[in-house]
DNA sequence: CTATACATGTAACTAGTTACATGATTTA
DNA sequence: TAAATCATGTAACTAGTTACATGTATAG
């Protein structure tokens, strides 16, 4: 699984705690990769004891302790290793899809609402993206190494928002045709 | 979750045994969701547990016999209700993102080979996909009902298939420009 | 005679979610 | 004084994957 290289390639970027870890995996890193906080814990603990990570207690004026992750070589490897290994594509999974296939037989309706609140998430994410693309990576073809791989990832979830808002977009004009079309029938 | 829901449709359009079932989430259902016969013949087993499904036991000639899976009342109630309920949109995880995350600390013609071979599979499953919409659906504007519903859930394939395949392009592009432009630097 | 399709399952393991648990400090 | 941020964890449960297990019929 990636939750570990996740970490691994995080912790390489700049070692931190498993909170910091976490919080990451609500921001950027969360953009392509979601992480609980519970998870992110199991999980360093694993890869102590694999000795892909080291760990060092950092006391803190008016906060409490933490613990520093840092890579190790092993961990470096694994992660050398993991880089060169073919991974499957994703597998999907829309539950969003599933209702649309399911419309026909319940209330088409609350399917209906159901694509307008995805369209409005989609529609939110991707001008977080954009903002973040306009601020932070306004010069893309200056761009080397570390940060334009920064930017890659923003554009691959930039391109997933807006396929799916317009994809949303579809859905709803498709399907507001066919009920009014529906309504005509029924109404002569 | 939604297996239990993503069978109950799939019963709900034709009913048939687990086996069958294992065969549409390898075809068209497994184009939005996917599921092994393992995990099939398990759920369906506790939905005949909570009287979501009846099952019988057919028996045929030069095969096997089988167990045909029927949606109860139960069942389409809890699929009205599911319907309604407002899902989550979906959590991404993208390996391939990752592994561009870590390209910058491992070599990074590994992870460009990688990028090609995600490419290759998207321009595939693509193909597949524009060909079942030009074969079975010649005519989209004067579908109606289930046959839309089956028509919007292609098109939403066909556009993260694209998605997917023109961010490989664009990956595939800077990365091999960033790679020459490192190469002229070390040369002079 | 070999592979594929048909047909159904169990067992063990790995990954992910939800709920619970604790406690300090800072900001509104 | 209430909420948010910082900080780390356990326990129980749900979901998903991999490996194992068995057997018939048909097509090449």
New binding site residues.
């Given amino acids: ?4 290289h996740a970490i691994l390639v995080s912790l390489e970027e700049r070692a931190g ?7 990451r995996f609500d921001r950027s890193f969360g953009f392509f990769w ?6 992110i ?6 890869m102590v004891e694999r000795d892909w990570v080291t ?1 060092t207690d950092v006391a ?9 992750y840092r890579v190790t070589d092993g961990g470096r490897a694994e992660l050398s290793r993991w880089l060169a290994e073919p991974t ?1 594509p994703v ?1 999907v ?1 829309s539950e969003l899809a599933v209702k649309i296939r399911g419309a026909s037989l319940g209330d088409s309706g609350v399917v209906i609402e159901e694509i307008a609140r995805h369209r409005s998430h989609h529609a939110e994410r991707l001008g977080v993206y954009r903002m973040i693309e306009k601020r932070d990576f306004a010069d893309p073809d200056s761009l080397r190494g570390q940060r334009l791989h920064q930017y890659l990832v923003l554009r691959g979830g930039i391109r997933a928002e807006q396929g799916q808002l317009d994809w949303c977009d579809e859905l709803l004009d498709a399907l507001h045709r066919d009920r009014a079309r529906g309504k005509a029938d029924t109404e002569g």
Same sequence: chains 1, 2.
């Fill in positions: 699984m990636a939750l570990e705690s498993g909170y910091e870890l976490a919080r979601a992480a609980s906080h519970q998870q814990y199991r999980t360093l603990k694993r760990v803190q004026e008016g906060r409490p302790d933490k613990k520093v499957e597998t999974r």
